[in-house]
């Protein structure tokens, strides 16, 4: 689903921040990229979906070359790919409705389908009460909700989630987590990047663990 | 049921877009009616400047068709060669009627003219006034240049003794209609490029201002046109609610000054003869308008790819 191979990206700095980075996630895969603060692992993120271009090496997800895909190609991938951010990336004057259905309006479905899938998909992370109003006026587990929200809403093939308990307390994350469990239980590939230690031991996956811009896999023993 | 379907369709890709359009235009009225009051006021200048042109060379029109050569004829011209030069004066392009004046006629004429002091005339031995073909021009062929030209061929024709035209005054007429309308084409150009920049700039501010809901659009799979898509429909807002205000505000300020125009000067025909803009020239100014909003609109996503 996701393959990465010989990837090099700098910022222009001596010191690359990722060094000859390759991996495969697939189909249907959890798996977790962990790493100390500053090791690149939002770096990578982005490349996943095109939001910074390499130095050199290959990103190929969903059998795109992301590398060489028109702008427009990778918009298409997009809508095929759910992504939740640590700021969660709401359009504050926006209801929650209305961020929400942004993601099946840009791929142009059609309004009456629109209002019954973004119901349905408020309703999966326990937020369809809150239709109406504004991201400032909600909490930020409920925003967090609302982006997660936001990336399922399309049905996507993937999800791609930085930090999204990063903010959270215990409990919220723990419902979170069980969004993207069942999520993953539903045949959607997650990719999801963390520093939380304790939560690799609650919800064990395969981890990819970054660090000064190398990458190791672990495997958690059955 | 097929068009029905495809309509439906359409609404639903446009929806959003005419949705966006609508937010960017509501959350930035300022920005919104600071761009159209300058857009507007670009128009405006442009309006006026052209209605004073356009009822100018109304007037002057109606002036050159009065345009005249009088050809004043050689006294031993004889009957033979006199029809010779009527007929060449009739396949003249320029000319559109002629009338011969003779000496006699031209005499009576110059009496009328003087009144009361024609009676010096009486003690003349002989009519010293020559005969003369008073050709009357097509305005529509006459220039200037025309004038001169058609002067000179005259000059040149046996018989003919002088040829008179009120040169000095129609030269300088031309030429100062030629500045005026040319003045016009700089001066619309200028205020054509201020307007872009106006939209180009109010349009950048706007996505400046969302940058973040940009950044969302991208991230949520929006292609480059559905994110430029509603600025592009803003620009045209902007450049057409401009067009209908300054159109409005002309006419209501052309309305106003004819009214006075009127008062002041009751027996003026000339304030008869001034009139507003023409349906197509009124459907010009209007698209010009949007076409400025467009013009601005692609200016700000050239800056955009810049960025």
């Given at each position: 689903m996701i393959r990465v191979s010989h990837l090099n990206k700098s910022y222009n700095h001596p010191d690359l921040i990722l060094k000859d980075i390759s991996f495969e996630v697939k189909r249907g895969e959890f798996v977790y990229l962990v790493g100390p603060s500053g090791a690149g692992k939002t770096t990578l993120f982005r490349l996943l979906f095109a939001d910074l271009k390499p130095d050199s090496?290959?990103?190929?997800?969903?059998?795109?070359?992301?590398?060489?895909?028109?702008?427009?190609?990778?918009?298409?991938?997009?809508?095929?790919?759910?992504?939740?951010?640590?700021?969660?990336?709401?359009?504050?004057?926006?209801?929650?409705?209305?961020?929400?259905?942004?993601?099946?309006?840009?791929?142009?479905?059609?309004?009456?389908?629109?209002?019954?899938?973004?119901?349905?998909?408020?309703k999966v992370v326990g937020i369809e009460r809150?239709?109406?109003?504004?991201?400032?006026?909600?909490?930020?587990?409920?925003?967090?909700?609302?982006?997660?929200?936001?990336?399922?809403?399309?049905?996507?093939?993937?999800?791609?989630?930085?930090?999204?308990?990063?903010?959270?307390?215990?409990?919220?994350?723990?419902?979170?987590?069980?969004?993207?469990?069942?999520?993953?239980?539903?045949?959607?590939?997650?990719?999801?990047?963390?520093?939380?230690?304790?939560?690799?031991?609650?919800?064990?996956?395969?981890?990819?663990y970054l660090d000064k811009g190398s990458l190791q896999t672990y495997v958690w023993p059955d | 049921m097929k068009d029905i379907k495809l309509m439906a369709k359409i609404y639903d890709h446009l929806f959003p877009l005419f949705k966006l359009t609508g937010n960017n235009i509501r959350r930035h009225p300022v920005i919104?009616?600071?761009?159209?009051?300058?857009?507007?006021?670009?128009?405006?200048?442009?309006?006026?400047?052209?209605?004073?042109?356009?009822?100018?060379?109304?007037?002057?029109?109606?002036?050159?068709?009065?345009?005249?050569?009088?050809?004043?004829?050689?006294?031993?011209?004889?009957?033979?060669r006199m029809a010779s030069l009527q007929n060449y004066c009739r396949e003249l392009d320029e000319v559109v009627r002629f009338i011969y004046i003779s000496r006699d006629q031209a005499l009576k004429n110059f009496k009328?003219?003087?009144?009361?002091?024609?009676?010096?005339?009486?003690?003349?031995?002989?009519?010293?006034?020559?005969?003369?073909?008073?050709?009357?021009?097509?305005?529509?062929?006459?220039?200037?240049?025309?004038?001169?030209?058609?002067?000179?061929?005259?000059?040149?024709?046996?018989?003919?003794?002088?040829?008179?035209?009120?040169?000095?005054?129609?030269?300088?007429?031309?030429?100062?209609?030629?500045?005026?309308?040319?003045?016009?084409?700089l001066f619309a150009a200028f205020l054509s490029g201020v307007t872009v920049f106006v939209v180009a700039s109010t349009i950048r501010l706007s996505l400046f201002a969302r940058r973040e809901t940009i950044r969302v659009l991208h991230l949520v799979g929006a292609t480059p046109g559905f994110i430029a898509l509603p600025y592009l429909f803003e620009g045209v807002f902007q450049g057409s609610a401009a067009s209908f205000l300054a159109l409005g505000l002309a006419y209501g300020g052309f309305?106003?000054?004819?009214?006075?125009?009127?008062?002041?000067?009751?027996?003026?025909?000339?304030?008869?003869?001034?009139k507003f803009f023409s349906p197509l020239p009124l459907l010009l100014f209007l698209l010009m308008g949007t076409f400025l909003g467009i013009a601005g609109f692609l200016l700000s996503t050239r800056w955009i790819r810049q960025d």
């Open positions: 090496g290959q990103v190929v997800v969903d059998g795109l070359d992301l590398m060489q895909a028109r702008p427009a190609r990778i918009a298409k991938l997009r809508r095929r790919m759910g992504m939740v951010f640590q700021d969660y990336k709401l359009i504050p004057n926006y209801t929650v409705f209305d961020n929400v259905a942004l993601a099946l309006e840009v791929a142009g479905t059609p309004r009456k389908l629109i209002q019954k899938a973004v119901w349905q998909v408020l809150q239709l109406e109003r504004l991201p400032p006026q909600l909490s930020g587990g409920e925003q967090q909700r609302v982006a997660i929200a936001r990336a399922l809403v399309n049905d996507p093939q993937i999800i791609l989630a930085d930090e999204p308990t990063g903010n959270l307390d215990y409990e919220i994350t723990e419902e979170i987590m069980n969004i993207f469990k069942y999520i993953n239980s539903q045949g959607a590939t997650v990719v999801m990047v963390t520093h939380n230690r304790a939560l690799l031991q609650r919800f064990k996956r395969k981890v990819f | 919104n009616l600071i761009s159209i009051l300058i857009i507007t006021i670009s128009l405006l200048l442009l309006i006026l400047y052209f209605l004073g042109y356009s009822n100018a060379a109304r007037l002057v029109s109606a002036w050159r068709t009065d345009l005249r050569i009088v050809v004043y004829l050689d006294e031993k011209i004889d009957e033979e009328v003219t003087l009144g009361d002091d024609a009676n010096f005339l009486e003690g003349l031995p002989d009519n010293p006034l020559p005969a003369s073909l008073e050709l009357f021009l097509d305005e529509k062929v006459v220039d200037v240049e025309a004038v001169e030209r058609l002067a000179r061929q005259l000059r040149r024709q046996v018989g003919v003794d002088e040829v008179v035209y009120g040169s000095s005054w129609l030269r300088q007429l031309f030429s100062l209609l030629k500045t005026v309308k040319y003045f016009g084409f309305r106003y000054f004819k009214g006075w125009l009127q008062l002041q000067v009751p027996h003026w025909p000339v304030v008869l003869q001034l």
